[in-house]
Structures are given as structure tokens and as C-alpha cells.
């Protein structure tokens, strides 16, 4: 196919050839793939300034995003990719082949750092939020090796999914702690104060005044954000809010629970030992169900499945695309309704083929990299979730360019539950990292 570049796309690519550490937040559905694959391709093949490339991403987008984006575009011909994924023996054979680019995925970097001859000199992060994390293995066994890497890119479309507090991770990747800070301790103090405690246990922190306008002023040189609301035409987006109630009785049980932290039911005790466990029993509780000791989910109430029936009624035969969250919420789901669970490439196929009327997804596997806009406009979230990121990249699998009609998120909320604080927590998130993708804006010269 012949790639008819964007202005944005041609500035996204100048900024990654320009700028040897470059973190470019670009909202789903831009093109980062190619954009970055063209860049890539003028640095190896005509500037001559790389001879090989490691881009490190999510195992389906690793997988099968990034091949088949080389193969699409007439203009990249030339570049020879490898993807090392699979057993360790397919691994060190993708690892030892011939190639200007190796694509693995994020969960065999610290496998490659070990067994792998480090000699790329360029490194691109797909899903940069993907390292947040400073205490996890593979932000411990990159950082390792990042020194010896001469060109680094980070891209994402969420850049600070539970706030600021993530960034040092992400940037300090790819500067090496040259803005940041190399140590979190150090950015926590010149940046935070505690903001929910229990005595000397600090739960969060919160900026200081003009933190987030210093923060941001830090990273402003190597950061440029687009949103897709700017460069593409948007199908329209309407979300809406089904509150169901629990009756009286149900209500008692989720607010003992809540209350005392320990339920004994018939069918079994359920214990929630700390706050994150009993944010989990409650979130389960206000789906319908709970798992109680011994694993065996213990029904509480069928609101949410009532109002998920109305909803798919009203849709009138029109696909439908369900967002579970538990193991008992699609177990409960598919003996109430004849719903097909979207896991393989063929289950996707079909979906996007309109042959599949009601499917259910869960967030972390419906992920990046996934166009299920042909398939259907509806989405519904039966099960809610903490992360902004996950929330955000599902909602982009039906709201992105090339979908030809409105799209509707529908959030069942059970009231005067958890619920309704996990949405303003969204919210809230949502809107710190609006405030970070405005402060490192993309100037084009107003086209």
C-alpha cells in the first residue's frame, strides 16, 4: 500500500529522527506504527545512523501489529524484521537471524538482556506505560543496558495512567534519570507530599503546588503529544451511565462487608484482609457475585445482568460488546445469555465480520493493537476497572478512525457501591493526564 503521510505524521517522525531520546504520546488510532517503522526505515537505510533496532511491545502487537505493518506499506521495503517470541529455542533463532529490526514482547526483555549479545543501537518502547514500574524485572533489566543504546524511543497513548507519579519511571527509562531524578525517593520529595495516610504508612501522595507546571516543564524537550480528536474525524462518542439498586437486603450484606471486612455466608466465609482485597470483594459485590474461601463465587444479586439484558434488547439485533472484569462475571454472563467470548484470532474475525451479536471481553486482553471498529458501536461495561489505561484502550477498540457509525459506551453502575468511586477516580486520572498531553502539545504551525 502507498503511504500518504499526514502533516502530523511527518512531524511525529522528524521529532524520533531529531531527537535521539524521544517519548511520543500519540493518542489510538494516529499511525505510530508506521511513523515510527518510516523513521526507522531513514535512519538505517538512508541516514545510515542505526544498523539495528529492538522494538519492545505488547505479545500480540509484538507478535503480529508490527510485522504486519512492514509488510502493508510500499515505502518500507528494504527493512528485515525478526520477532522473538515463542519457546526459548524459537526465541534464540529470531534472536540470531538477519535483521535491521527484532521485535520482542515486554515479558521476554529481561530474558533477552540476559541471553542476548546487546548491540542495538536503538531501542523503541510500544506501550511506554508499560513501564511505570520501576521495581518491576523488565524497567530493572532495560535500565541495565539502556546506556549502551544510542537511540530510545517511548510511545503511548497514556502516558500517566494513575498520575504523575508514573512518569518518573517512564522517562527516567529513556534519559536515564536526567529530569527526573535517578531515584523515585528523590522526585517524591521534590515534587509530592502525603496525601492518605494511616499514622507513618503513607497510601498515596499528591503535588506540591506548581509541581505538575515543573514536571512538565522538565520533560518538555523530549515529549510531544497528539490527540486524535485533532488530526482525525472522530466518529461521535456518547457515554452513558445505567445505575441499577440493590434491594434492601443486598444492600446489608455489601455494607457488612464494607463495615467489618469479614462476611460469613452459607455457602462460605469471605475474608478481605486489606483494602485491596476488600476493593475487590466490593467491586465483585457489586457486579452480582463474590468469591468466597475455596474459590467458589457466591451469588449475591442479578441487577447488573437484568439491566445488560435491557441494553441488549434495545440494541435490536446490533452487535454488542461486553467488557467483563472476573472469572464468575463471564461465567454468569454466558449462562444468562448466548455471548461469545473474543480470545483467538478467529473469534476477532468474526466480530469484525458482524457475525457475532454479543461478545465479552476483558480489558487486559483487549489491550493494544485491536481494531474491532467493524464489528459493532456498542460497548458495555458490566465490570468496571482502577486502571485508565485499560479503560481507555478499550473503549479505543470501537472509537477510532474507520468506525462509520456512533459509538456508545454504556457503564453499568451499581449504586451506592464502589462503582461510583472507581468512575470518578477515572475521571480524575483522566483529567491529570489531559493537563500533561495539553503541556507537550505538538505545535505544527497551526495546520
Known sequence: MLYKPHDYQKYAQNFIMDNPTAAVFLDMGLGKTVITLSAIWELTLDRFDISKTLVIAPLRVARDTWPNELKKWQHL?????????????????????????????????????????????????DELSSFKNGKAKRFKALRKVRPFVQRIVGLTGTPSPNGLMDLWAEIGILDMGKR?????????????????????????????????????????DICISMKAADYLKMPELTNNIVEVKMEDKEKAIYKKLKDEMVLDLPSGEIDAKNAAGLTNKLLQMANGAVYAEGGKAVHIHDKKLDALEDLIEAANGKPVLVAYWFKHDIERLQKRFAIRKLETSADFEEWNKGEIPVAAIHPASAGHGLNLQAGGSALIWFGLTWSLELYQQTNARLWRQGQKQAVVIHHIVTKGTIDERILKALKNKNMTQVSLIEAVKADLGGK
Open 77 to 125: 521495503k528494504g527493512l528485515k524484521m525478526s520477532v522473538i517470541v515463542g519457546n526459548a529455542k524459537e526465541r534464540i533463532a529470531a534472536l540470531n537471524a538477519k535483521a535491521d529490526i527484532y521485535v520482542v514482547n515486554r515479558e521476554n526483555v529481561e530474558w533477552l538482556v540476559e541471553n542476548g549479545k546487546w548491540d542495538f543501537d536503538m531501542v523503541v518502547i
Open 180 to 220: 527526573l531524578g535517578r531515584y523515585i525517593s528523590h522526585f517524591r520529595n521534590e515534587y509530592f507530599v502525603p496525601d492518605k495516610r494511616n499514622q507513618m504508612i503513607v497510601f498515596s501522595y499528591k503535588p506540591k503546588p506548581g509541581a505538575e507546571d515543573a514536571i512538565y516543564n522538565q520533560i518538555s
